[in-house]
């Protein structure tokens, strides 16, 4: 089993920034692509961001792009999202999610292929 735990989220004024860590534990060999979701109220879980293991492939979703970035420390097992000028929009619970085997990149993109997920961290962006 792998678990991952999530943190850096909190409340912040628009054009804030703020950096999310997920930190994976347990069986992490497993892992392979690592990635971003969001929920905000009302509103169905999106894909954020994604990266492949070395770091190279990565996806943003069109509204965060230029304002996200996905990295991760393999020698930590730690996947971040540092997230600049954030917006009201972007208000939601973040979940970490993890995958285990190969991906395709389109496979990557469905929140299905990813078999672990962390609890969630609320980020609140303010007016």
């Known amino acids: 089993q792998v678990q991952l735990v999530e943190s850096g989220g909190g409340l912040v004024q628009a054009g804030g920034s703020l950096r999310l860590s997920c930190a994976a534990s347990?069986?992490?060999?497993?892992?392979?692509?690592m990635a971003w979701y969001r929920q905000g109220l009302g509103k169905q879980r999106e894909g954020v961001s994604h990266i492949f293991p070395g770091g190279g492939m990565k996806y943003y979703e069109d509204s965060v792009k230029g304002r996200f970035a996905i990295s991760r420390d393999n020698s930590k097992n730690t996947v971040y999202l540092q997230m600049n000028d954030l917006k009201p929009e972007d208000t939601g619970v973040y979940y970490c999610?993890?995958?285990?085997?190969?991906?395709?990149?389109?496979?990557?993109?469905?929140?299905?292929?990813?078999?672990?997920w962390g609890q969630g961290t609320q980020v609140t962006v303010s007016l």
């Open positions: 999610a993890a995958a285990r085997g190969l991906l395709t990149a389109p496979q990557a993109l469905s929140a299905r292929m990813y078999q672990y």
């Open positions: 347990g069986n992490v060999f497993k892992i392979n692509a």
